[in-house]
């Protein structure tokens, strides 16, 4: 009888040591959740104060006044613009008239040697239809 009275106490003290771990377990943790929400109401601050900064920063009266404070630019008039007659010539043409396109011919050569696993989504792959399921 004794031994059992021993055997009950024994689990009744490690009942209440376990008891005692989790509340600790818990309350720290609930003091970890309660740092953390006032870091994010901390950030959340900070956040709101840069967006605040930024709107001043970014007020169109204030750049205008920088601008004409520091940069110095002048109005465009209209007579600043030429005419067309006065561009200069076209550069030469360095295909030949009928000649296939130089680089539409390195694109097709591109093309050719491209492994076909390779192809992306925005055009089907060679020999496949939309909606085609091979």
């Known amino acids: 009888m ?3 009275h021993f ?12 008891v005692y771990r989790i509340k600790m377990d818990s309350t720290s943790r ?6 953390l929400h006032a870091e994010i109401r901390e950030q959340r601050d900070a956040i ?10 970014d007020a ?3 750049l205008q006044g920088l601008a004409d404070r520091y940069l110095g630019l002048k109005p465009l008039n209209a007579t600043q613009y030429d005419s ?4 200069p010539e076209r550069p030469p043409s360095f295909a030949r008239p009928g000649a296939p396109d130089p680089i ?14 390779s192809v992306t989504g925005s055009i089907p792959a060679p020999g496949k239809q939309p909606g ?3």
């Open 48 to 57: 709101a104060t840069l967006r605040a900064e930024w709107a001043r920063l």
């Open 132 to 134: 085609n399921q091979q």
């Open 84 to 87: 067309l007659k006065n561009l």
């Open 60 to 62: 169109p009266l204030r």
């Open 2 to 4: 004794r031994i059992l």
């Open 104 to 117: 539409g011919a390195m694109i097709n050569t591109i093309e050719a040697t491209a492994d076909p696993a």
């Open 7 to 18: 055997l009950v106490i024994g689990m009744l003290v490690f009942a209440a040591a376990y």
């Open 30 to 35: 609930t003091e970890r959740v309660l740092r």
